[in-house]
């Protein structure tokens, strides 16, 4: 028996990494899974591989799961509605959706080409969209449906050189809580993760420092893309119908719940504020609670557990 036992799932990125890890999880846990992955480069672009996402799927089926596996891209609607089509007429449902599909095109804002911004945007926060568009309907219908999409820390808190993928992780954010927000009276949820896992998309940022190299060794042998699957797949099972609109990191086996934009103070002025006011009162007295600029390193300072 497995907490996904009778359901049907869909897991996009699935040839590798975390996807990967998610599809093989899923299916022991009982799932039905179908396999998504346009089998292309990590930086897209190209015209992709059936190969990567069938040996996904083989490999589910040589250990006696049952898989079937597509080669489209999240990026066009049309694919992905013949995706969950085929889902339904293969194996007879759609109970959830695991989205961890995504790219890397990373490059300093000023140096950044529009292809690569628009790239990013398409395949995270419009590839978001298209699998919870394609599906919620279904999902309201049936009463039971689970997201299970993926956010980063880059978005979270910031990483230099990914402005564009730090803009669609932080939407994808605000997709899924309005997701669970809409959902919640139907038996729709949505969560998101924040993945620490070495992956063939990490092992693309460049090292420059030694620093740099330390902390890509330390995501290599101590955070692995199976840690990250435990989450997505408890949160793709219907025995956590209690958890909805919550972002998540895994760290290694450490799991992390993250707070979510809130006031955390405010001043008035009766007689209003000008702007040199504001200057010379307002952002002093609010100083202390400022935030700084700092990367994930910042906030994670500690090696993983």
Known sequence: MGVLDGKVVIVTGAAGGIGKECALLAARQGAKVVVNDLGGGVKGGDAGDAGPAEQTAQEIRAAGGEAISNSDSVTDMDAVKAMVAQAIDTFGGLHAVINPAGILRDGMVHKMADEDWDTVIAVHLRGA?????????????????????FTST?????????????????GVMGLSRILAMEG??????????APFAWTRMIATIPVKDEASAQRVAR????????????????LASPQSA?????????RGNEIVLFDQPRPIKSL?????????????????????SFFD??????VFPYDPV
């Open 219 to 234: 995501m290599q042998n101590s955070m692995r893309a199976d840690q990250v699957a435990q989450l997505a797949v408890a």
């Open 129 to 149: 969209y298209n699998v919870s568009r394609a599906t919620v309907e279904h999902f309201r219908n049936q009463g039971e449906g689970s997201y299970v999409h």
């Open 154 to 170: 880059s978005g979270l808190i910031g990483n230099i050189g990914q402005a564009n993928y730090a803009a669609a992780k932080l």
């Open 293 to 298: 600029t700092g990367a994930s390193a910042s």
């Open 242 to 250: 209690e958890v909805n609109g919550q972002i998540f990191a895994v």
């Open 184 to 193: 919640a009276a139907k038996g729709v949820r949505s969560s998101i993760i």
């Open 268 to 288: 008035a002025r009766l007689e209003g504020w000008n702007p040199e006011s504001i200057i010379s009162h307002c952002f002093p007295a609010m100083k202390g």
